[in-house]
């Protein structure tokens, strides 16, 4: 079972650069969420989706994009990286109230 | 502003002790209320979850106990372990997408 699926681990980019976090879920989950964690911060919602065509914002979505074309894939896009973006983000997938989360990818904005 | 409040923000606690994480929120819309561990270099995983209609869940060693009319509720771990030593996140939500973290807990657990 791959469960949520993040790619890639760890990236480097420098200021102004876009990308896209790749998530990918294969439990058939109606419920996709982006967070980022930074010390003391917790976890914070940047954008989640409750099904394919349907995103809204979470407590810090300036700076990032998404979108659900299918209800498998949950890209978040980053348009012009900032260094405020540098931390590790964290997708997920919830089958009722239980948020499964997928290992993380590690973000520096030089 | 965070609508999840935990302390302490770290915990040493001896083998064999009792570790005590508190949360506190504000929404009384939130309907959810799950602790996540988390183990360096990995993702949060659910340890154990509660909903308002009931004051204390036990599942082995992990117990929550909630206070509906303080708005909070706290993160019991009997008999710790060294094993025990991680992260952890008490979290509240409305509906399954748009759930709230507290700042999180560094549990250490001394051998």
């Known amino acids: 079972n791959a469960g949520v699926t993040q790619t890639p681990k760890f990236q480097v980019l420098k200021t102004g650069q876009s990308m896209t976090l790749q998530c990918a879920q294969d439990m058939n989950h109606e419920y996709m969420s982006w967070y980022r964690q930074d010390p003391g911060m917790g976890l914070r919602l940047i954008h989640y989706s409750v099904g394919a065509g349907i995103t809204d914002q979470g407590e810090v979505p300036n700076g990032y994009n998404v979108s659900r074309s299918t209800t498998e894939d949950f890209p978040l896009r980053l348009l012009s990286a900032a260094p405020s973006q540098t931390s590790v983000y964290f997708c997920?997938?919830?089958?009722?109230?239980?948020?499964?989360f997928g290992q993380g990818t590690r973000l520096t904005v030089v | 502003q965070q609508q999840v409040k935990q302390s302490p923000q770290s915990l040493i606690v001896q083998k064999g002790g009792i570790s005590i994480i508190n949360c506190a929120y504000e929404?009384?819309?939130?309907?959810?209320f799950p602790w996540y561990q988390q183990f360096p270099g990995k993702g949060p995983a659910l340890l154990i979850a509660?909903?308002?209609?009931?004051s204390e869940k036990k599942e082995g060693r992990f117990t929550i106990s909630f206070n509906k009319s303080a708005k909070q509720f706290s993160l019991h771990i009997m008999d710790s372990q060294p094993g025990d030593s991680a992260t952890y996140f008490c979290?509240?939500?409305?509906?399954?997408?748009?759930?709230?973290f507290g700042a999180g807990t560094r549990l250490t657990v001394k051998p």
């Open positions: 509660i909903r308002p209609d009931v």
């Open positions: 997920a997938s919830a089958r009722d109230t239980e948020a499964f």
């Open positions: 929404n009384t819309a939130f309907d959810y």
């Open positions: 979290a509240a939500s409305i509906d399954q997408g748009d759930m709230r």
